[in-house]
């Protein structure tokens, strides 16, 4: 059991005790007296021998209210009484019982025999000390012996009972944990995907916008057609820029179950797009792009990197040429890669770069089944280069 079903175990006894005990308490002390006053009816009992069974029955009631906290010796103590005097007999069943309900069936068999024993024994020398019983006895040791196993029949049952109720709830607290961690690592991976979309978006805008703006600023003498063509440029991307960011907020914002719209997400015949637009700002690009249907994830994923590649070649190779290559079909696998030589110093303009980028490539490349590389070749060329597989 757990500390949460033991919590809520203790906190149910504490409800139920005083009511419980009272209950219990006075069923025993009815049924102890009728017995009793049968008893001395029967045996014309003398005073003293009546006042003392009478003291020792209310005594034996009185310790069912520890029986909860130490059932196996306050089952051990009424167990004389009870031999003695009848009236301590309902009160020693249900000490037992209680043994049976919170006890090991090890505990409970050596202490329900130790009853049996110890009542059949008393009985016996009461029969010979009475011949009237004789003729019943063994009628009477047998009802000793049944009264025992039922007694401890039912409080195994009770416990079992308590036992399975508990195990269910403990199950039934754990699925929902379950559901509860799940639903939330889905939202954790769903603002994780939108944090990675909104950087992909978000650093290509910018860096077009920092390279058209630095054409600007290191071009005093361009012509008013280029400034305005610029400056369109910047806007119109400035515009795009403001719409993905507003859409993201939105989607942050609202909760399950909410309605809202998510603009289609590009995918690889998206790509010679991209690259149009990147030409557009000035960037020199040489490709070859296979762009034949494929199937969205990987086509959603391909256009991420093509994107990364040219937006990472914008802010720390400007000036130089870009090859990019997407090639590959069914069974094969897509294979992208942007290649660019690596430019000679640190230029004015420079975009800072934190390299969250090529970690969420990664991440993207993994999850999708494919690999994923980046760095400088032999030939003093950054390269960018990942493989997707694509099923036949």
């Not at 256009?303 to 040219?310: A, D, K, P, S, T």
Request: aromatic letters at 6%.
């Amino acid at each position: 059991m757990t500390a949460t079903g033991r919590a809520r175990t203790l906190a149910d006894v504490a409800r139920r005790d005083p009511l419980v005990n009272s209950a219990l308490f006075a069923f025993a002390l009815v049924a102890g007296a009728v017995l009793f006053s049968n008893q001395a009816r029967q045996g014309e009992l003398p005073d003293p021998a009546v006042a003392l069974g009478t003291l020792g029955g209310l005594a034996a009631c009185g310790a069912l209210w520890w029986r909860r906290r130490w059932p196996v010796a306050v089952t051990l103590a009424i167990l004389p009484v009870a031999v003695l005097t009848s009236f301590a007999a309902p009160a020693g069943l249900i000490a037992f019982f209680t043994v049976a309900v919170h006890r090991r069936i090890a505990v409970v068999l050596w202490v329900g025999a130790l009853g049996v024993t110890t009542l059949s024994i008393g009985y016996a020398f009461q029969a010979r000390e009475r011949p009237e019983l004789q003729a019943s006895l063994w009628l009477s040791l047998l009802s000793i012996i049944l009264l025992h196993v039922a007694v401890a029949a039912l409080g195994m049952y009770v416990r079992a009972r308590r036992e399975l109720l508990e195990s269910l709830r403990e199950r039934a607290e754990r699925a929902e944990a379950a559901q509860r961690e799940h639903a939330e690592r889905a939202r954790a991976n769903e603002r994780a995907r939108i944090a990675r979309e909104m950087h992909d978006v978000l650093a290509h805008r910018i860096s077009l916008l920092s390279m058209h703006a630095g054409s600007l600023e290191f071009s005093p003498g361009a012509s008013h057609e280029q400034v305005a063509r610029a400056a369109g440029i910047i806007r119109a991307n400035a515009h795009a820029a403001l719409e993905d960011l507003r859409e993201v907020i939105g989607v942050l914002r609202s909760g399950p179950g909410d309605e809202r719209f998510e603009r289609p997400l590009p995918t690889l015949a998206d790509v010679p797009e991209l690259v149009d637009e990147s030409r557009e700002a000035g960037m020199t690009i040489r490709s070859a792009l296979d762009t034949r249907d494929a199937p969205e994830t990987i086509g959603r994923n391909a256009y991420r990197i093509v994107q990364e590649g040219l937006t990472n070649a914008r802010k720390h190779a400007r000036d130089t040429a870009v090859d990019v290559t997407v090639s590959g079909g069914p069974g094969d696998g897509l294979e992208i890669e942007v290649r660019n030589p690596l430019a000679l110093g640190h230029r004015n303009g420079r975009i800072p770069g934190a390299g969250t980028g090529l970690i969420g490539l990664t991440e993207r490349a993994e999850l999708a089944g494919g690999r994923l590389e980046h760095g400088v070749t032999a030939a003093g060329e950054y390269r960018l280069w990942a493989w997707l597989p694509w099923t036949a």
